[in-house]
């Protein structure tokens, strides 16, 4: 698909083309992706997703070690004034981690345009497909992987983007280990790019269109 050609047909969850075609907005699957943005908004996640509670013990820290554990002079070996000492095993740790605030801010702005690069990068490499709204009654993962296997990307890592939030098919489709299901206003730069396909139900698309256009 390229940039003069920027409609998709709609599949239905048989595998079979729906006959309707839709247009992906321009402004959306068609800037020019930048780079950079979409380094910073992946950074900002995956350091933000860190808790940042990792600590060790150091001199100060360790019990024990209040007596000297022999005189100073005398025994022909080093001297030494406590066992917490960090050459010493079972001592302090120099210089160990600490616990730290990790979270880095990332604005609205710069989120939004890097989702915008990612759309992008996804509509060039032809990794986008529209699929027609659909419900499932239980929540069976065999449902679920009837849909992919019926469009033939059962193989590959999919993010599936829905217009609002479906309990039945969140629980279907979570013991699929490479297919990762969100709702089309909470996608993130990193889920984006993180999948082989970009599976979208039709009217998620204008909840994209929505949520990465709003200023």
Not at 21 to 37: C, G, Q, T
Not at 40 to 61: F, I, P, W
Not at 103 to 111: E, G, I, N, R, V
Not at 158 to 169: A, P, S
Request: hydrophobic share 35%.
């Amino acid at each position: 698909m390229n940039g003069k050609d920027m409609e998709l047909g709609v599949y239905k969850i048989d595998g079979m083309l729906s006959g309707k075609s839709v247009a992906l907005p321009e402004e959306v699957f068609s800037i020019e992706p930048n780079d950079h943005l979409i380094y910073q908004a992946v950074r900002c996640q995956m350091t933000n997703s860190r808790q940042g509670t990792v600590a060790t013990k150091n001199r100060a820290m360790v019990r024990g070690g209040g007596r000297k554990p022999w005189r100073q002079k005398g025994r022909g070996t080093a001297r030494a004034g406590t066992i917490r000492s960090p050459i010493w095993v079972g001592g302090g740790r120099t210089f160990g981690p600490q616990p730290r605030d990790l979270k880095m801010k990332f604005t609205k702005k710069m989120k939004r345009q890097a989702r915008l690069s990612a759309y992008s990068y996804k509509a060039k490499q032809d990794e986008v497909m529209l699929v027609e709204d659909f419900q499932i009654e239980k929540p069976k993962t065999r449902e679920i992987h009837q849909i992919l296997k019926n469009l033939n990307i059962d193989h590959k890592k999919i993010l599936l983007l829905t217009t609002e939030y479906d309990g039945n098919i969140v629980r279907a489709g979570r013991n699929i280990p490479n297919l990762i299901i969100c709702q089309a206003a909470d996608a993130s730069t990193y889920d984006i790019l993180n999948c082989d396909m970009l599976l979208i139900q039709q009217d998620a698309l204008n909840k994209i269109t929505e949520v990465c256009t709003i200023r």
